[in-house]
């Protein structure tokens, strides 16, 4: 939705996503989060670094010397929450992957669309009654995802003026129009 606003605004921009924005990441994707086997959490916290470098250096690098706007659904915060306080690795090891991944390229603006760990699992519940494709990080535990929220809401915290939390138990229709307006504030 905010990429349809932003073109009809004549702002030419790129949509993508955390792991699988590339070839190599769909396939890394589909290694990583859609097997039945059990992954190691070191081999996880690679896999989404080495999809994280390939994406930044053949996507998003060309995007933006080419003065577009990049949207990616997900990026580096969610190593850091899912890897770092999800798996319990420490700080200091997630952020020397994430800065080899990303050559310290950071957003501009990060928006966590925050709701309950409660209300995530009824939608992931909903998902499953759907028959929308699961992956394993769909079937941790709730004091995981606890964690990985907790986490998320330390960065808001440590960078508020990079990391805007964003309330995503509001109706679709709020929610798009409270994103429109801080993208516009940062566009501007």
């Known amino acids: 939705m905010l990429a349809g606003d932003l073109r009809s605004r004549g702002i030419d921009c790129l949509t993508t996503q955390e792991p699988g924005g590339t070839p190599l990441g769909r396939r890394l994707r589909e290694a990583f989060l859609e097997t039945e086997e059990t992954v190691a959490p070191m081999a ?36 850091f929450a899912y890897q ?7 700080e200091k090891k997630v952020n020397q992957v994430i800065e080899l991944a990303t050559g310290g390229l950071k957003p501009h603006l990060t928006l966590f669309f925050d709701i309950t760990v409660e ?8 998902r ?9 990080m769909d079937e941790e535990t709730v004091e995981f995802y606890e964690r990985v929220r907790n986490s998320y809401l330390g960065i808001a915290k440590r960078e508020p003026k990079r990391f805007q939390i964003v309330d995503a138990a509001r109706p679709i229709e709020d929610i798009h129009a409270e994103v429109n307006k801080i993208v516009t504030k940062l566009i501007k």
């Open 44 to 79: 996880e916290l690679l896999a989404f670094a080495a999809d994280r470098a390939q994406h930044v250096e053949f996507l998003i690098k060309p995007a933006l010397a080419e003065g577009r706007v990049v949207i990616s659904d997900r990026y580096a915060d969610a190593t």
């Open 119 to 126: 209300e995530a699992i009824r939608r992931m519940s909903d």
């Open 128 to 136: 499953d009654e759907n028959k929308t494709k699961k992956n394993r």
């Open 84 to 90: 770092g306080a999800g798996r319990g690795f420490p």
